[in-house]
């Protein structure tokens, strides 16, 4: 059993990490885990806890919260009339295949690998988020037969390799496809559902080498990361969609972007040894 004395920080980290992971939720519609995920690899790094798979336990725990947040999100988006449920149940399979996929692949890579495949992912997001424009268009609909079939497990795949849920793939590829951003970011609530369930599932059977792993960590989830956090955001999201509401959140989106792309940047000199 650790002593007080180490637990406390990371505590009091977690703490911190959670209440500003819920407000930039609320604030800019950015899913928790692209915040979490470095966040968690930097605190629990700094606390002592730096292995081999440490990456992995980041990713899991980050997405342990996003079943919870999303299951909040697709039920309120839901009593809003939000959510396509067509879009939900006909990318579901695909998406939870991939999602399945995506947790044996990082089950089995370094942790090293995996801050690069963050790395490159978020700088990809931090881009579009930074020059993105709404009017860009692949489709008039979201895709159907064989793309449908290659696209989303794809989006599964790769957010599970960063730990995230359905809304930093899902809204793009939907708003992109015509799909009303409204609607897009009700869908994608259920995306990161679908994404994190199996994936989280699969992630408590991985074995983490206990000399490495943070306090109470059961299979690759920390379970006091997972507790804190999800009080944390489910306290301060709502203060970020009143801050949305006060004030124009696109600015604040562009500087986000580059903060994540400063992330991403410092990621990948550490997965190169830097």
């Given at each position: 059993?650790?002593?007080?004395?180490?637990?406390?920080?990371?505590?009091?980290?977690?703490?911190?990490?959670?209440?500003?992971?819920?407000?930039?939720?609320?604030?800019?519609?950015?899913?928790?885990?692209?915040?979490?995920?470095?966040?968690?690899?930097?605190?629990?790094a700094s606390l002592g806890y730096e292995g081999p798979q440490l990456m992995q336990v980041c990713l899991a725990?980050?997405?342990?919260?996003?079943?919870?947040?999303?299951?909040?999100?697709v039920?309120?988006?839901?009593?809003?009339?939000?959510?396509?449920?067509e879009i939900l149940k006909t990318w579901a399979p695909g998406i939870a295949l991939g999602a399945?996929?995506?947790?044996?692949?990082?089950?089995?890579?370094?942790?090293?690998?995996?801050?690069?495949?963050?790395?490159?992912?978020?700088?990809?997001?931090?881009?579009?988020?930074?020059?993105?424009?709404s009017e860009w268009r692949l489709g008039q609909?979201?895709?159907?037969?064989?793309?449908?079939?290659?696209?989303?497990?794809?989006?599964?795949f790769l957010s599970v390799l960063m730990g995230i849920g359905g809304g930093s793939f899902g809204v793009p590829l939907m708003s992109l496809y015509n799909t009303p951003i409204h609607?897009?970011?009700?869908?994608?609530a259920g995306f990161g559902v679908i994404i994190a369930v199996p994936s989280v599932a699969g992630f408590l059977l991985v074995d983490i080498d206990p000399a490495t792993r943070?306090?109470?960590?059961?299979?690759?989830?920390?379970?006091?990361?997972f507790l804190l956090v999800i009080a944390m955001t489910l306290t301060t999201a709502p203060?970020?969609?009143?801050?949305?509401?006060?004030m124009d959140p696109k600015p604040l989106k562009r500087v986000f972007a580059v903060f994540l792309t400063l992330i991403a940047v410092n990621m990948l000199r550490k997965a190169l040894g830097w």
């Open positions: 059993m650790p002593e007080f004395s180490a637990i406390w920080p990371m505590a009091l980290m977690l703490m911190a990490i959670g209440g500003f992971a819920g407000v930039l939720a609320g604030l800019l519609g950015v899913g928790g885990g692209i915040v979490l995920v470095p966040a968690f690899f930097y605190a629990f725990t980050s997405l342990a919260t996003i079943i919870v947040t999303s299951i909040r999100s039920l309120s988006h839901n009593k809003k009339g939000a959510v396509d449920w399945i996929l995506g947790m044996m692949v990082a089950s089995s890579l370094r942790s090293t690998t995996l801050q690069g495949i963050f790395g490159c992912l978020a700088i990809v997001i931090g881009l579009y988020m930074g020059f993105g424009r609909a979201m895709p159907k037969g064989i793309l449908r079939a290659v696209l989303s497990p794809v989006v599964g609607r897009a970011v009700a869908t994608a943070p306090p109470f960590t059961v299979g690759a989830v920390n379970v006091p990361a203060l970020g969609v009143k801050l949305a509401h006060a």
